[in-house]
């Protein structure tokens, strides 16, 4: 229930009247099927005939099968005005294999996101303004897995520092242990009101 009150909360602010009677079969009783309320939904996301973006992020931390089925009914009832973004560390449970053989699906995926060596290098030395050789723009590279925010808390923590080849064969791990580590590295070097507007 608490999932359909969400999305229906987000949709009516796109337009007025929309989901104003999905909010009450909701509100009249929580047993309302989850299909009878989206029905109601998706038809006054037609009748508004306005495009809507709707974005969820992180989805992959649903577990609910019932908010599942719930958004996958939605996709496949939806009007064609109704767009939605998933962000999400995992491929959602729906029905993606039938949303990418429509043509309905599009994805961004962690390899779309990484940055290759040639751009990590323009980023680093270009933008950051280090002067890193390939080796070590390689090295970095592949630490960071081309994750960016990876690649710039390492060029924050390389800054001013004498030993820059140290820091960069000294640390390695995954993404998680990289941005624990930069961040501490980062946030050691920063003045204190710097550090309580990061954190």
Known sequence: GRFLAYLIAACQKAA??????AAR???ASPQTPSGVILTSLIN???DAGEEMLLILDDYH??????????LAFLLAHSPE??????????????PLARLRARGQLGEIRGADLRFTDAEAAHFLNEVMGLHLDAAAVATLARRTEGWIAGL????LSMRNR????????SFSGT????LDYLLEEVLAREPEAVQTFLL
């Open 175 to 178: 993404n998680r242990h990289i």
């Open 44 to 46: 006054d996301l037609d």
């Open 25 to 27: 079969l909701l509100a």
């Open 152 to 155: 710039q808390m390492a060029a």
């Open 162 to 169: 004498e030993d820059v080849g140290g820091f960069i064969r």
């Open 61 to 70: 931390v649903i577990s609910s099968q019932a908010v599942h089925e719930a």
């Open 16 to 21: 007025n009247g929309i989901g104003e009677e």
């Open 81 to 94: 005005t109704f767009h939605l973004v998933i962000a999400s560390r995992s491929d959602p449970a729906l």
